[in-house]
């Protein structure tokens, strides 16, 4: 069972959207922090954003701030992704990332426990 499972992904041109989901499974509890990473081609992954348990507390990427907004729904398990003014630089592998631990608020990779499969973003100009 896939305890993460991220959907949304897709083609779009420059400065379109695109609204990414990430369901979580029950084991996935909604006091877990979450966050979103990417990858491109050839690149490390990267943070996005992140969000705690009541979207008290969030953080972005610099990268992504005006254009990306990250919430959560903790009734349906799913955290979102809205992605505004996309650019060609976008274009990556979008992941969801669950935190177990509940003391950290993290923005690197080896501080999320469970991970999606990814979904494809690509922006062409």
């Known amino acids: 069972q896939e305890e993460l499972v991220e959907s949304g992904g897709g083609s779009v041109q420059a400065g379109d959207s695109l609204r990414l989901s990430c369901a979580a499974s029950?084991?996935?509890?909604?006091?877990?922090?979450r966050g979103w990473f990417r990858q491109a081609p050839g690149k490390e992954r990267e943070f996005v954003a992140a969000?705690?348990?009541?979207?008290?507390?969030?953080s972005y990427a610099d990268f992504v701030k005006g254009r990306f907004t990250i919430y959560r729904d903790n009734a349906n398990n799913t955290v979102y992704l809205q992605m505004n003014s996309l650019k060609p630089e976008d274009t990556a592998v979008y992941y969801c990332?669950?935190?177990?631990?509940?003391?950290?608020?993290?923005?690197?990779?080896?501080?999320?426990?469970?991970w999606g499969q990814g979904t494809q973003v690509t922006v062409s100009s």
């Open positions: 969000i705690n348990w009541n979207g008290a507390r969030i």
């Open positions: 990332a669950a935190d177990i631990s509940q003391v950290r608020f993290g923005v690197r990779v080896e501080e999320y426990d469970y």
């Open positions: 029950e084991r996935i509890f909604s006091s877990y922090v």
